[in-house]
């Protein structure tokens, strides 16, 4: 049964204090889910622009005829803008849709239900890294009306083009840029010392740390990935900022300042952000894949270990980037061999959620083919990192479309499968209604094959030689014959973007008009399904205790195939 949450609200709050200003875990994981898609839309329009003009070279793109000059000339976009496009979708796509939804989203709505919770541990600091982010966001999106436009120097922020205005045509762009991603550090700071301090210190009786959903271990290991590695980037980011105003040279060889030295700092930060992301996506799939196999996760421990080990060795991977970089190459070597280890407990990862699946008792729903696809697409983009991270194949590939592929095989399955696995999968929980069963699977379809249809390709462009981060690729003589892939993907990312119709019709619609879901509508047995759908305020009506393993599917000594932690196992047994 669905239940009101107004009768539960306890005290009366103004609207202001319940849906806009509210310290209750749950609303914040709404409000950083809308704001994520919504920033979705946005990178996903500026890939559509950046796709017509790698497909039909300074054409009018549809559609963008009403964007301003300088910026696009009857919708013709000019190179400094492409530029942009590239920058900002990268930006949006990893700081502003990534994280607000896998950890912002589903980490704030889960983390409290699923230790048993009442709320976080620090209920004002979690709006307050709400509203941080929001003005992270709109400082941002702001970047874009200034004079020069948007910040245009790669979402790596490189030196000298970062430093130098004249080289980018981009001034204030970039110092809004660099604001923007500070303010969002803060704000996910901020949660990160929420999540870790809840998920530790305010576990329901019983649920042991070796009793806590995958989810939550995925959720800690990427809190703490992240606040151990973005001191070093906030740092080099106040440097380039003194570059930029005060004059300073850290970063500006021709000033006597060591570009080098920035990409050291980005990328000790850079890759392990990319765990930060991957983690939480893996754990929404390790949730739902034994929900809807109706067996127990295999190997759970050595999941647990795995994450932990990935984490540790994440920072130590990062100039794995900077092959081509010009540093020392003595340590071309050791980084190519620490990049090559973590395919180890990658790879146990993904033979685990494999043989979770096996033999089990699949159903088929909209979550599940989403987690399914993660998986498919996932094992992609990890293979394929294992030539990227060997030295000798990186020569050759280094900022060609094949890395481009790689990236969004791994991120696009974390962020976007991962988060519609998160999304279909917890709905019911946020929102006390069911999404539509044939309209999820439609979106799965297009997004699924649509998706392959555009990366796959991808890596055959680069092995073809296309750069990344090009304007034109029709400029070089040997990249002609390669023309009609270029197309074939554009067409492709312009049906992967419509095949998000069928979700967006689905999610408001189904947000008032859906099947009531009552309190647990897959039978699983995590915390966050003992409470009403959505919950009130305050979560649990009695605080739960807890008896088992979160994944008890199918047990020998049971009547059901499913055993709620929640549930000592005299009542369910028949
Ligand atoms: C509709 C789906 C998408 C399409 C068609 C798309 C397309 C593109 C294109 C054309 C580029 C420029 C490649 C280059 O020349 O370097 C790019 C870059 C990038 N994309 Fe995507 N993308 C999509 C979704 C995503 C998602 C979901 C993520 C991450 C969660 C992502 C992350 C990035 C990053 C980090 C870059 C690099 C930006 C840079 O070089 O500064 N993209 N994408
Ligand atoms: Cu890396």
Known sequence: MAVDPHTHA??????????????????????????????????????????????????????????PEPTAFDGVIPPEFYNALVTMHGTIMVFFVAMPLLLGGLGNFLIPLMVGASDMAFPRLNMM???????????????????????AAGWTGYPPLSADPTYTGVDWGITLWLLALALEFASFLMGGINFLTTAISMRAPGLSMMRLPLMVWMQMSAAVVFMLSVGPLIAGAVLLLLDRTAGTSFF??????????????????????VYVILLPGLGAILEVLPVFSRKPVFGYRPIVYAAIAASVLSFIVWAHHMFVSGMNFKLVMPFSITTI????????????MIATIWRGALRFTTPMLFALGTLGVFIVGGLTGIFLGSAPADIFLHDTAFVVAHFHYTLFSAVIFGGFAGIYYWFPKMFGRLMNELLGKIHFAFTFIGFNLVFGPMFLLGIGGQMRRIYNPMQYDFLKPQQPLNEFITIAAIILLLGQLPF??????????????GRN??????????????????????PPRVYHSPYGYSQPGTSEDWLPQYQPLEKSTA
């Open 10 to 67: 306890g005290p009366h709050l103004s609207f202001w204090r319940r849906y806009i200003f509210s310290t209750d875990h749950k609303v914040i994981g709404k409000q950083y889910l809308f704001l994520s898609l919504f920033m979705a839309l946005v990178g996903g329009l500026l890939a559509y622009m950046m796709r017509w003009q790698l497909a039909w070279p300074e054409t009018a793109i549809p559609g963008a005829g009403w964007i």
């Open 504 to 517: 967006i019709i689905n999610f408001f619609w189904s947000m008032f008009r859906g099947n009531l879901a």
């Open 129 to 151: 890294s709400f509203w941080t982010f929001f003005t992270a966001s709109m400082v941002l999106l702001a970047s874009f009306f200034v004079p020069g436009g948007a910040a």
């Open 521 to 542: 509508p897959w039978q699983a047995n995590t915390l966050e399904w003992a409470a009403p759908s959505p919950p009130p305020h305050g979560n649990f009506e009695t």
């Open 341 to 352: 280890l973590i395919s180890v407990p990658f790879t146990l990862i993904v033979l685990a």
């Open 252 to 273: 500006v060889a021709t000033r006597g300042g060591d570009p080098l030295l920035w990409q050291h700092l980005f990328w000790f930060f850079g890759h392990p952000e």
